[in-house]
Each structure stands twice: as structure tokens, then as C-alpha cells.
């Protein structure tokens, strides 16, 4: 049966319009939300306005008059912003209200200690493809989410890209690895393309190079469904220039330098969990 929307996907709100509220925003119209049925609060008004032209939904401040007849709410704040957010909307949630998060670290205990109890909570964390429709997004319910909250949380991403389920011990490393993996990626773009130019390329030609070359790498990868090695085995010849560069990358930790990165993520998602529930008065 098809993830979409096919009949009353019921009022749906996104808490925070920035990077991935819009992401989210974009996937669930392209799902069949009506956009009568959309809202996003937004404390900058320039942000708000832009998103309401742009996507035809309504886009206010107020946070808990909004969530008030809502039966899907999206928290797409920062960290730091999510506890005194729930303070400001718990006592306006519809009792049958789906709460569903983006933000990094926070685990669905977080929001099910601080909203009435037995709401409904599913912990996303999805990547920044999701606006162009191919990003990669892990959910985990909480306590008191069912099959029936985990299929909404599926609808609701089902334009952003792949969408797997997850246990919520594995939500830090889905973080380290999909959630900030698009930023590696770009870092590897840019890298390349300064090698590129240290070789005397010119700058736009390095990195059309270096950008077609990750997106083709990443489709083939997508496409012939071979595992990596064996596709990075086809580029290398025997004796010849990839091997070389192979070399270097092995002599110079790129490969340790990954998984170091990897576990610096997982840390720091832990650490904002810690710092939201340490933060004052909420
Ligand atoms: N950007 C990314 O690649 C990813 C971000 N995330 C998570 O998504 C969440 C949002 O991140 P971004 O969209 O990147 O941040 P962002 O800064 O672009 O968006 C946050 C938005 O919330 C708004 N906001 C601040 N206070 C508010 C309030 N009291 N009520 C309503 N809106 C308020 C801000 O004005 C801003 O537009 C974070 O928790 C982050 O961990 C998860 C995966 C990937
Ligand atoms: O950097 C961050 O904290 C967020 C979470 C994953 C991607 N961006």
C-alpha cells in the first residue's frame, strides 16, 4: 500500500520554520496534505512570510494557540528550544495529539516527561536531501506511539526520501552518521576541489568536476547495488594512479579520521540531551 495520504490526514503543525521545517513542510504537501490543513510557527515573520508565499500554508507565531486542534505536531526547533517550547504547548495538546521530533539527542523520554501523560511520541532524525526528496530519515517510537503513530510519521516523511525504523539506542548513531553525513559529503566536495585546484584546474571546473563525480559515485553505488569495495576495486588498476592516491588517504587517517568523526557525533547527540534536560526552569 502506497506510504501517501489518501484521505483526512488531519491538522498538521510544524513547530520551527528554518532548514528542516521546511523540509518537512515540503515532503508532507508533496504527500497530499492539503495546505489548508498545514500550519508552521515561526518567530521571525521575514521566514514566516517567505514560507507562506512560497507554499501557500498559513504561518503564525503563536505556539500553543497553533498546536490546539492539532493531531499531528512536528518539532523542528533546535535542541535548546524544545523544552521551553513543550512548557508553552503541553497544556494546549489534543489528548490524541501525535508528537513527532526532528531535533537532535532528544530521546521521546525528554518529551514524555514534560507533555501530559500517554501522548503519543515518535524521534526522527532525518538529513537535508529530504527537501529535494532523497534524503534518509530513521524513526523510533516512544512509549505510548503505536503501529498506527509510526505509519503517520511514515506518511508524513514518505516525499523526503528512505525512511527506516529504528530502536531509539541506535537514534545517536543514525544521527552521527545519516544526520550530519550530508556535511562530510560536502566537506569531501570541497576537499577535492581544492586538490583540483592545487593541480592547476580552475576553481568552477574542480568542483563541477568533483561534484558530478560524487553524485555519479553515489548513483552508481545506488544503482548497480555492488558493495563499495568492489566498486572502489573497479577504479583502482592495477598499479596505477588510484592505488597511489589510495595510499595516501590510508597514510594520511581518512579512514580513522571517519570513524573518530562518527563517534564525536554520537557523543555531542548524547551531550544536547544532557544540556536540554540540565537547562533552567524547564
Ligand atoms: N539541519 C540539519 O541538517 C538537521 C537538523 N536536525 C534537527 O532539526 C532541528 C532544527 O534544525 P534546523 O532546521 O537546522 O534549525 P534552524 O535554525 O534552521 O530552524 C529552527 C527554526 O526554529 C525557529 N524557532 C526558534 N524558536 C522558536 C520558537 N520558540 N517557536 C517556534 N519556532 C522557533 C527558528 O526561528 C528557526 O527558523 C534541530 O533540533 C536539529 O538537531 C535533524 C537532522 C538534520
Ligand atoms: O548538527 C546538528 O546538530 C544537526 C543534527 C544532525 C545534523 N545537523
Same mark, same amino acid.
Given at each position: ?13 510544524i ?5 528542516m521545517?521546511?523540509a518537512i ?5 508533496a ?14 515573520t ?7 508565499a ?6 503564525v ?13 512536528v ?8 523544552g521551553p ?12 495529539a501525535l ?14 516527561r514534560?507533555?501530559?501523560?500517554g ?7 532525518p538529513?537535508?536531501?529530504?527537501v ?49 553525513g ?12 581544492? #586538490? $583540483?585546484? /592545487?593541480?592547476?584546474?580552475t576553481?568552477? &571546473?574542480a568542483?563541477?568536476l568533483?561534484? !558530478?563525480?560524487? +553524485?555519479? %559515485? =553515489? ?13 572502489r ?22 579512514? #580513522? $579520521?571517519? /570513524? ?5 557525533? &554520537?557523543?555531542r547527540?548524547?551531550?544536547? !540531551?544532557?544540556? +536540554?534536560? %540540565? =537547562?533552567?526552569?524547564v
Amino acid at each position: 500500500m502506497s506510504p501517501e495520504v489518501t484521505g483526512d490526514a488531519g491538522r498538521l503543525v510544524i513547530l520551527g520554520g528554518g532548514v528542516m521545517g521546511e523540509a518537512i513542510l515540503a515532503g508532507v504537501l508533496a504527500s497530499g496534505w492539503g495546505a489548508d490543513d498545514v500550519v508552521v510557527t515561526e518567530p521571525s515573520t521575514a521566514r514566516g512570510a517567505d514560507l507562506a508565499a512560497r507554499y501557500g500554508i498559513r504561518c503564525v507565531v503563536g505556539n500553543a494557540a497553533a498546536v490546539r486542534d492539532a493531531d499531528t505536531v512536528v518539532v523542528a526547533l533546535k535542541p535548546k528550544d524544545v523544552g521551553p517550547v513543550l512548557a508553552e504547548i503541553a497544556g494546549s495538546l489534543a489528548p490524541a495529539a501525535l508528537l513527532v521530533s526532528v531535533a537532535a539527542g532528544l530521546p521521546c523520554s525528554f518529551y514524555e516527561r514534560r507533555v501530559p501523560a500517554g501522548t503519543a511520541v515518535v524521534r526522527v532524525m532525518p538529513n537535508t536531501p529530504a527537501v529535494i526528496g532523497r534524503g534518509a530519515s530513521a524513526i523510533s517510537a516512544g512509549a505510548h506511539a503505536t503501529e498506527q503513530h509510526l505509519a503517520r510519521t511514515e506518511r508524513i516523511l514518505a516525499r523526503t526520501g528512505l525512511v527506516v525504523r529504528a530502536a531509539e539506542k541506535d537514534l545517536d548513531a543514525v544521527t552521527a552518521i545519516s544526520g550530519s553525513g550530508p556535511a562530510y559529503v560536502f566537506y569531501v566536495v570541497d576537499a577535492l576541489a581544492e #586538490a $583540483g585546484v /592545487l593541480l592547476g584546474l580552475t576553481r568552477d &571546473r574542480a568542483r563541477q568536476l568533483a561534484v !558530478a563525480t560524487v +553524485a555519479g %559515485a =553515489a548513483a552508481l553505488l545506488e544503482e548497480s547495488g555492488e558493495h563499495p569495495v568492489i566498486l572502489r576495486e573497479r577504479v583502482s588498476s592495477p598499479g596505477g594512479t588510484t592505488v597511489a592516491a589510495l595510499r595516501e588517504l590510508d597514510a594520511h587517517g581518512v579512514r #580513522a $579520521g571517519f /570513524l573518530a568523526a562518527a563517534e564525536a557525533a &554520537r557523543d555531542r547527540s548524547r551531550e544536547l !540531551a544532557a544540556e +536540554a534536560d %540540565a =537547562a533552567p526552569g524547564v
